[in-house]
């Protein structure tokens, strides 16, 4: 079944409201490393780069 428009606008306010956004830019090629390794260890490029900053900031 289709996503409904209003489906759409209300994940988008869930969103914005309980998460915050963080932009990234990357020189060409290196998305595509990171992704590989992502879908590597199972996991969504997203997840890869949370887990790779929280050991970043355990140290």
Do not use: H, T
């Not at 994940?11 to 992502?38: F, M």
């Amino acid at each position: 079944m289709p996503y409904s428009e209003s489906q759409k606008r209300a994940s988008r306010k869930y969103n914005d409201e309980k998460y915050e956004r963080v932009g990234l830019y990357l020189k060409n090629g290196e998305r595509d490393k990171w992704k590989e390794r992502a879908q590597a260890e199972g996991i969504s490029l997203s997840e890869f780069i949370k887990r790779c900053v929280a050991k970043e900031l355990e140290r």
